[in-house]
């Protein structure tokens, strides 16, 4: 991500002239103390997870007979457009996003309540926090 100027890079202790030279390489988040960088540095386990999403979607795209370029074009695009509606609307509330993302007995309903009910949320919430224990 760095390597194409993107993504967040965090800074502790806040200081103008470190962050300058990293805002030339992603996109510098300035901690105000060492307990929060900790806490953001959490969500960089978060990655080879994100990844593995993707990967699961392509993969059943793969065996469901959709060719490999179709998939991954497809999928990229996907991503690229979900992740777009949070940059475009980053104080917009992700709960209410969450609800207008679905319809009422709709696809993404059932799938996004599959996944609570396996108790995927709660798992990476208990995921977090154990990573939180561990880098504190």
Same mark, same amino acid.
């Given at each position: 991500m760095i390597k194409h100027n993107l993504g967040p890079i965090i800074v /502790?202790?806040? %200081?103008?002239?470190? +962050?300058?030279?990293? %805002?030339?390489?992603?996109?510098?988040?300035?901690?105000s103390n060492e307990k929060e960088n900790k806490k953001l540095w959490v969500m960089t386990s978060f990655m080879?997870?994100?990844? +593995? @999403?993707? !990967?699961?979607?392509?993969?059943?795209?793969?065996?469901?007979? @959709? %060719?490999? !370029?179709? =998939?991954m074009e497809y999928l990229i695009h996907l991503f690229k457009a979900l992740n777009n509606e949070t940059i475009k %609307? =980053? !104080? /917009? =509330?992700?709960?209410?996003?969450?609800? +207008?993302?679905?319809?009422?007995g709709g696809i993404n309903e059932e799938l996004l309540n599959k996944a609570k009910k396996s108790g995927v949320f709660k798992n990476l919430n208990k995921g977090f926090d154990k990573i939180y224990n561990r880098v504190k």
């Amino acid at each position: 991500m760095i390597k194409h100027n993107l993504g967040p890079i965090i800074v /502790y202790p806040k %200081n103008k002239v470190i +962050e300058g030279f990293f %805002n030339k390489l992603g996109k510098v988040i300035a901690t105000s103390n060492e307990k929060e960088n900790k806490k953001l540095w959490v969500m960089t386990s978060f990655m080879a997870t994100y990844f +593995e @999403i993707f !990967n699961t979607a392509h993969k059943w795209f793969l065996r469901k007979g @959709i %060719n490999k !370029n179709k =998939s991954m074009e497809y999928l990229i695009h996907l991503f690229k457009a979900l992740n777009n509606e949070t940059i475009k %609307n =980053s !104080n /917009y =509330s992700m709960d209410k996003m969450i609800k +207008e993302f679905q319809t009422k007995g709709g696809i993404n309903e059932e799938l996004l309540n599959k996944a609570k009910k396996s108790g995927v949320f709660k798992n990476l919430n208990k995921g977090f926090d154990k990573i939180y224990n561990r880098v504190k």
